[in-house]
């Protein structure tokens, strides 16, 4: 009798406060289910049949077909290997420049402004500008050859990927910059008087005191900086087109290009590996920071 | 790093001082991009001319763009109707739902939230067909509201105002509810005048974010009279370089301007995203 009344009071209480919440909800809720949610669910649906009207399943044949071409391998493995450069890359020398730019400098702000810039530059404006750099006939190239060194058609060879990087990193870094200065600054300043009483070295507070507390903030930028990267087709494309060099063909260009030819299974097979594997490494990092923040406390 | 903040601006600043050169000018400097020299033959002046200063000051590009390509005006009149909406949108509805997720209790929320975070972090193309499926279901392939309806729930906008409104004490909350008001009350007289600078902050990450759009325009307007200057300052650029500085220096102005004026919201609205709520 009583476990009933509870029950129903409990009840009670779940649908008043659904109430209100869906209220503040709904708007938001359907359009996500519409446009993301849903989508996404189908879209892994489509991934195990052979067709997107009636379609039967087939298993895994389209994984199989998909790990079989030699396209998708290639885009795979440039996409993996961008993300592993660049992200490593760009982490380590955007806390690097926040180291710097966190000591007082009189023209920090101003600094500060000339990183973050970039961010909101619309890429297509600059575009132009990484072509006059990176052509053959480039500035680059000029200026390389004023220190007599042999020319390289960047875009064109191996060394597009460096050309993403850097562009990649131009575009991002002020966005890394402004996270680690919040966890930089929010490390507190009794910490460091600590040390220095007890004649702690400048080294020695970078490692055992900065390094540490800023580790959380870490674990962000990274989750940022691998999202970031995918974006960075946008920059390829506009610059290469759709069949760029081999070695920046990247997973985005895959699927865009499955797309524009019908192959709605190859297309949706690689949308799934994909988030598989952001799912992975997310968790991978979550679970990772957790245990850090166990050890921490 | 004085000498890196100068190579992070130099792109910027020579669009600007390039726009500003005579179209004349800028066909002598760059015309080499995109052809092969044989350089075997001794051609000697085998590379483009970056300059910083214009020989001579000229708004010839600017007219050349205005003018001459109507289009242009066209496109970024296209790109204003398309992220308008977009930000408006969002904001309404990402403020509501996260109010929601920061201060309601209800069965499922957490789960609920997380989903709204994996969608964030997920490239454009996974979610492309069918996407494609439903914006073609509902009538709106190949129109403008292909972009502005996916845009205005974004889940981006419900991720950072939530941050913002987390960090709102509860109590405050908690005695507005002993004086009588409702949740809608609560949300309109304390919640929404709290989080103004997170809005403002939201409202500027989303206008760079949408003005820069390139992949859904890609996909969902064939019609190119219907898309946004993204795409189409890509064109220009490989066909008339004459005007292509203006055309990009005009793309970037508003940006630039906004964030020279909001840059504070802006770093403000990036650093409360990266703090753990």
Known sequence: ?297 | MGIIAAMMLFPIVVTFTNSLMTEGEIDHNYNLIGKMINTAAGEKNGYVNLKLIPDWLSFGQYAGVLVRKPIFLQMFWNSVLMVTPIIVGQVLVASLAAYAFAKLRFWGRDKLFIMYLMTMLMPFQVTLVPNYIIVEKLGLMNTTSAIIVPGIFNAFGVFMLRQFILHIPSSYIEAAKMDGAGNLRVFYKIIVPLIKPGIAALIVLLFVDNWNMVEQPLIFLGDSFKQPLSLYLSRINEGDRGVAFAAAALYMAPMVLLFLYAESYFVEGIQLSGIKG
């Open chain 1, 1 to 297: 009798m009583e476990g009933k009344r509870i029950r129903s009071k409990l009840f009670k209480l779940l649908c008043k406060d659904w109430a209100v919440a869906s209220l503040f909800l709904a708007p938001s809720l359907i359009g996500f289910a519409i446009f993301y949610l849903i989508p996404f669910v189908m879209g892994v649906l489509y991934s195990f049949q052979d067709s997107t009207v009636d379609g039967s399943f087939v298993g895994l044949d389209n994984y199989n077909e998909l790990l079989a071409s030699g396209s998708f391998r290639k885009a795979a493995t440039n996409t993996f290997l961008f993300t592993g450069v660049s992200v490593p890359f760009i982490v380590a020398l955007s806390l690097l420049f926040a180291l710097l730019l966190n000591q007082k400098l009189f023209i920090r702000n101003w600094l500060q402004t000339a990183f973050v810039l970039p961010l909101v530059v619309p890429v297509a404006s600059i575009v132009m500008m990484w072509q006059i750099l990176f052509d053959w006939n480039g500035t680059v190239n000029l200026w390389m050859e004023s220190m007599h060194i042999e020319r390289i058609d960047w875009m064109k060879s191996n060394w597009s990927m460096g050309v993403l990087i850097i562009v990649y990193i131009w575009k991002n870094i002020g966005y890394n910059i402004i996270l680690f200065l919040a966890g930089l600054q929010s490390i507190p300043k009794d910490y460091y008087e600590t040390a220095d009483i007890e004649g702690a070295g400048r080294f020695h507070k970078l490692i055992h005191i900065t390094l540490v507390y800023v580790t959380p903030t870490m674990f962000f930028v990274i989750l940022m900086s691998i999202i970031n990267s995918f974006k960075v087709f946008r920059e390829t494309y506009l610059i290469a087109g759709d069949y760029p060099h081999d070695r920046i063909y990247m997973l985005q260009h895959y699927m865009n290009n499955m797309f524009l030819s019908l192959d709605i299974q190859k297309l949706t097979a690689a949308a799934t590996l994909m988030v598989g594997c952001i799912l992975i490494s997310v968790t991978v990092m979550l679970s990772i920071e957790r245990r850090f923040r166990q050890f921490m406390d």
